[in-house]
């Protein structure tokens, strides 16, 4: 069982992450945005983060670098879900600490094996 924190802005997928993820054994942390994830990510040192790109206040980047830069956090794996696969801003976010990419829509089969592949190893 892992502990993982999603980053979402738009209620609509949070909803479907949950359901998403219903049946599983994780624990799952939705925030609203970076800064409400960050506090999240803070009080629950979760075992995974996924967080989308593009978030009002603090976007993915901007949370990405804050857990990096705090050493009780940095060694937590992230991964940026985003609807826009470019090559430019995939690098951009594995500049930032990204160990993967997740791209909207994604199905419940690609949501659990991100979870498994990463999950195992905690």
Do not use: W
Not at 22 to 29: A, G, N, Q, S
Not at 31 to 48: F, M, T, V, W, Y
Not at 49 to 73: H, W, Y
């Amino acid at each position: 069982m892992a502990k993982i924190v999603f980053c979402e802005d738009e209620v609509r997928i949070q909803k479907l992450i949950r359901a998403m993820l219903r049946t599983t054994p994780h624990e799952v942390y939705m925030a609203s945005d970076g800064l409400e994830g960050l506090a999240l990510i803070e009080r629950e040192h979760p075992d995974l983060i996924f967080t989308d790109v593009s978030m009002p206040n603090c976007d993915g980047f901007q949370l990405a670098d804050a857990v990096k830069a705090r050493p009780e956090l940095a060694h937590i794996p992230i991964i940026f879900v985003t609807a826009f696969a470019q090559r430019t801003e995939m690098e951009e976010g594995y500049r930032h600490g990204a160990i993967g990419y997740l791209i909207k829509p994604f199905s419940p089969a690609d949501l659990r094996a991100r979870i498994e592949s990463f999950a195992n190893a905690v």
